[in-house]
């Protein structure tokens, strides 16, 4: 048995742990069919053109466009469902003072003035951001502004489908009804031989 020196490197046949060549080859080749762009971070392939790029870039970025658009709206819509439910609950206390002032016989009259005062600041405030009262009597009867309760012969007149009277008031912003106003609309009189 021949004794190598330390300085000499083994033959790969005799090597145990040296790879073997065809080996080495092989895994080289089946690195680079695995990874054909030549690994992530590598450049593009050479046969996409600048063209191709650019309408990538272009799609890239207009799908960040529709991204921004479509969840500035969100923002906005989540900002007015916010903003029309506390003027909903105004609303609703605007009408418990109102029918605090319709039952406080014998109060005093400091004490009315006083429920008044509130109310009108209330109202104010829903006006400034753009609620009005909805006050339908004489007009046509409109299903998104208008909640129809009863229906009553038509007065003298009046033509079948208007608003004769207001039950609860309806308040509006814009052109969405905050509550629609629930109403009484006059039908078309009933003839002696409807049964």
């Keep these: 048995m021949k004794h190598r020196s330390s300085g000499q490197r083994p033959h790969p046949a005799e090597d145990p742990v040296a790879p073997d060549p065809a080996a080495r080859e092989g895994g080289e080749e089946a690195s680079s069919a695995a990874a054909p762009g030549g690994g992530p971070g590598a450049a593009p392939a050479p ?62 009259e400091a004490w009315l003035e006083g429920v008044r005062l509130v109310g009108q600041r209330l109202r104010e405030s829903l006006a400034r951001d753009g609620v009005r009262v909805i ?36 308040y509006a912003r814009g052109d969405r009804a905050l509550r629609p106003a629930r109403v009484v609309v006059a039908r078309a009189p009933r003839t002696g031989t409807e049964g």
């Design 135 to 170: 006050d339908p009597i004489g007009q046509l009867f409109d299903p998104a502004l208008h909640e129809a309760i009863l229906e009553m012969d038509a007065p003298q007149g009046t033509p079948p489908g208007t608003v004769v009277q207001v039950v609860l008031k309806g």
């Design 47 to 108: 046969t996409e053109s600048a063209a191709e790029l650019r309408d990538r870039w272009l799609r890239a970025e207009a799908d960040l466009q529709n991204y921004r658009r479509r969840a500035r709206l969100d923002a906005e819509e989540a900002r007015r469902t916010g903003e029309e439910r506390v003027m909903r609950e105004i609303i609703t206390a605007l009408d418990d003072l109102d029918r605090a002032l319709e039952s406080a016989g014998g109060a005093p």
